[in-house]
């Protein structure tokens, strides 16, 4: 449990707009990577598929800058549980950021096998044009891999929330308060 003093602290302003960007781009990759092929074919297909890799590859910038950030200045705070809470929480955000780090290679990687068009402007080039096996097999590998982080992004999410709610610790606190 945290003491009164810990409860009081947050992180500083960078992590927290870091942790809300990760979490709405997260969010927002994995509705278009649902959708995307609601899309009508053409222009607007391309266009959100075009929006879908761009952001994922902002997400992959944002990821790496955000674990530098942490490793160099980002604010410390004291653990905010003791015991298997802690563990939990510990695995949870090492596998969220491991998640992403897989999701984002995942994604480029199916990128590069399909050759996409990026908004109509350029194409990438695909390096196994006619590999369908290895190109179902990547998207569907990607697509698992996103499916696994917004469930544990939930989880992460509703433990937040129990947090904040039911222990009345001042947890959620850390990540919201400016």
């Given at each position: 449990?945290?003491?009164?003093?810990a409860?009081?602290?947050s992180?500083?302003?960078?992590?927290?707009?870091?942790?809300?960007?990760?979490?709405l781009?997260?969010?927002?990759?994995?509705?278009?990577?649902?959708?995307?092929?609601?899309?009508?074919k053409?222009l607007?297909?391309?266009?959100?598929?075009?929006t879908?890799?761009?952001?994922?590859?902002?997400?992959?910038?944002?990821i790496v800058?955000r674990?530098?950030?942490r490793?160099?200045?980002?604010k410390?705070?004291?653990p905010?549980?003791e015991g298997?809470?802690?563990?939990?929480?510990?695995f949870?955000?090492?596998?969220?950021y491991?998640?992403?780090?897989?999701?984002v290679?995942l994604?480029?990687?199916?990128?590069?096998?399909?050759?996409d068009?990026?908004?109509?402007l350029?194409?990438?080039?695909?390096?196994?044009?006619?590999?369908?096996?290895?190109?179902?097999s990547?998207?569907e590998?990607?697509?698992?891999?996103?499916n696994?982080?917004?469930?544990?992004?939930?989880?992460h999410?509703l433990?937040?929330?129990f947090?904040?709610?039911?222990?009345k610790?001042?947890?959620l606190?850390?990540?919201?308060r400016f």
């Amino acid at each position: 449990m945290l003491t009164q003093s810990a409860a009081t602290l947050s992180y500083d302003r960078r992590t927290i707009i870091l942790h809300w960007l990760t979490a709405l781009l997260v969010i927002g990759l994995w509705l278009v990577g649902q959708t995307v092929d609601w899309f009508p074919k053409g222009l607007v297909r391309t266009s959100a598929r075009s929006t879908h890799i761009v952001c994922g590859a902002l997400l992959g910038v944002l990821i790496v800058y955000r674990v530098w950030w942490r490793v160099t200045g980002g604010k410390r705070l004291p653990p905010a549980d003791e015991g298997l809470l802690r563990t939990l929480s510990t695995f949870t955000h090492r596998a969220l950021y491991l998640l992403v780090c897989l999701t984002v290679a995942l994604g480029i990687t199916n990128a590069w096998i399909r050759g996409d068009s990026i908004f109509g402007l350029f194409r990438i080039p695909s390096f196994a044009p006619l590999d369908k096996a290895l190109r179902d097999s990547v998207e569907e590998y990607h697509g698992l891999s996103a499916n696994i982080l917004i469930a544990l992004a939930g989880i992460h999410a509703l433990a937040g929330l129990f947090h904040h709610y039911i222990l009345k610790d001042g947890v959620l606190r850390r990540m919201i308060r400016f």
